[in-house]
């Protein structure tokens, strides 16, 4: 009988439980040799004040670091919660096995010689995993450093651990061990856990963050990862998160557009897979940052500050006028808000401030508080009492190369920011511009103050506070039932041609020109003279899927004369571009004259599948190359906040003069392709309709070519 998804949860929540917060840790192939990883596990684990048991396994018995040794896990005295697996790859199977059959729930596999490696390598990685899931173990690596907890002492790790390193709230779950090295040493944040997941073979992100969701001593996740393998359990990991006020930040590597696959589509080639990732991470209100620097400070101040302030106005503190309007310029980049005080506030000011100051924000105090740093605790005071005010950034550069009798000039206003902040509910942060942070005396002058490095960080890790809301849910449109004619012809292992394509995107409900297929001089001639001069008209070819490249379009074609030339050319063309290519004719089309080009469109990343492209259109797609993407599904809302993050949504709104564009019905085309997407999105690898003529408001939009690609 199978077990049920609640006891299965069980079962998954205890093995995690035993990986990440064991009471007993059995280490195979224990060894005083001081290059082997076991020998740092358990110098580790013994300075580290581990609480729980440490059992070491070794052939040959003995004493290990003082701790008897058994001869094999079988011959121990009781069942670990844990083996820590300490020998090479070749043989690290047969004791994982050993270990799962005598009932241990988790495992760390050091060794490197797995799915990094080549064939040899990925069928050893996929015996560890069938191992792992039918005997429902937890394991971290392999190829990795392993974990460290450092409430418990659990440090299942096999690198140097620093005594320095201080508890706190941030858990640090990492793919790559170099990077969890650099981030958990850097003496800024104190950390609950250190993950170096390695391959991740059986457990990866999802499940270190679900049980990291229900850590008390955890407030914030971060996590390097070079990959999501499982979006599906990523999200439900991410709910947990969510649920229990969390916050997770995400540091992702292969992020570069060499990572980036394109298609045929223009939508392929405009949105890559950094961003699906993106996509993918604002849908489950994960803090993506781009830099190691913007991690550390981001961390450090959500470490500090979980709840996100009630006002978002910022208000910039300084001692020089050019010093706070340059952190002002990087703001405004950031999307900060930086708000004109209040009339009160500027009155308050003006009556502490020398009469030569200028009460405004940004605020320059002048030198006055150098002299007087009780006039620095008004300011923030006065400051904070502003009714537009939700953080505070006093940016105070000391320089870390000052000499000891300049740097004591800056502690006064040091200890007022951090005497402040310890006294108030409202943000403030002691700022650096400089990412080298502030001389050491002025930092030990801020102990209990937030202080953060480096100006556009800083102001970024800000704005991710500022910003901090759970995930809009996105309502999923009614999903129309699949056609079979279309399912086959999606199917078939064919091209769509453009009619196709457009009739595909008009039976779900998408507006498109009056068209008929033409296949001689003369049915060109009488189509245009019915549809009515001037017309479009385009070569048909399933193996031409950009015709103007293939000198296959004509626009405004104005006379029957003109129709029955305009079809001979783009014959002849289409057949000395591709001799090889099937044409069936050409499409006489309706011409739409007037509106904003749009490029509307669907790319395909794995794992996360469908995503939706929108962005300026027409011949400028590839000049301005700006669109915005998200996942799939669209709703209205969601459609017109895409359309508003680019340089169409200016066009749109009616751009030097010209009439506004019905971006209601842009908007409504989007949720009928998302909704498309929903019946038909498992045989489709791409659509790209460019352009889309948005007319005037309240004309509608309409769809003038359209590409297809369907799934291989």
Known sequence: MAASPATKTAAQTASMTALMAPRSVAIIGATERADASSSFVMRNLMAQSFTGRILPVNP???????????????ALDEVPDVAVIC???????????EAAGMGVKAAVILASGFAETGNEGRARQTELVEIAERH??????????????????????????????????LALVSHSGASAIALANTGRIGLS???????????????????????????????????????????????????SGKTVIVLRAGRSAGGQRATAAHTGALAGSNEAYGSFFRQTGVIEVPTMDDFIETATLLSAINARPARKGVAIVGVSGGGVAHVADLADEAGLDVPALSANTVTTLRALLPPFASPQNPLDTTGVVFADASIYTRVLETVAADPSIGVIVAAQDAPAGLDDTTAAEYLGIAGAVAAFQRDRDIPTVLMSNLSGGHHPAVRAAADGAIVLNGT??????????????????????????????????????QQLTEREAKAFCAANGMAIPHEVLATTEEEAAEAARSIGFPVVMKVESPDLPHKTEAGGVRLGVGSEREARSAFHDIMRNGRAF???????????????????????GLARHEPFGLGMVVGVGGVLVELVAETAFELLPVDRTLALEMIGRTKLGKLLAGYRGAPAADIEALATMMVQLSDLASAYGEHIEAIDLNPVAVLPQGQGARLLDALVIPRS
């Open 87 to 97: 020998i090479a790859a070749e043989r690290a199977n047969a004791a994982l096995s």
């Open 193 to 243: 856990h250190i993950v170096s997941s390695g391959n991740s073979a059986a457990t990866d992100l999802p499940d270190y963050i679900g049980w990291l969701a229900h850590d008390e001593a955890t407030s914030v996740i971060g996590i390097v990862a070079e990959t999501v393998r499982d979006p599906d359990a990523f999200r439900t990991a991410m709910e947990a998160v969510h649920a």
């Open 456 to 493: 556009r960080a800083s102001l970024a890790a800000i704005r991710a506070l500022l910003d901090k809301t759970p995930p809009r849910a996105v309502e999923a449109g009614v999903m129309p039932a699949p056609d079979r004619h279309w399912t086959a012809l999606l199917t078939s292992g």
């Open 60 to 74: 040959k018995g003995g004493e290990i670091f003082g701790h008897r040794a058994a001869t094999s896990l079988t």
């Open 136 to 169: 429902g173990m937890a394991i971290c690596g392999p190829n990795c450093l392993g974990l460290f907890n450092l409430n418990s002492g659990a440090a299942l790790y096999s690198s140097t651990l620093p005594s320095s390193m201080k508890r706190g709230p």
């Open 578 to 600: 591709a001799p090889d290519a099937t044409i069936h004719g050409v499409v006489v089309q309706e011409m739409v004259s007037g509106g904003v080009e749009v490029l509307l």
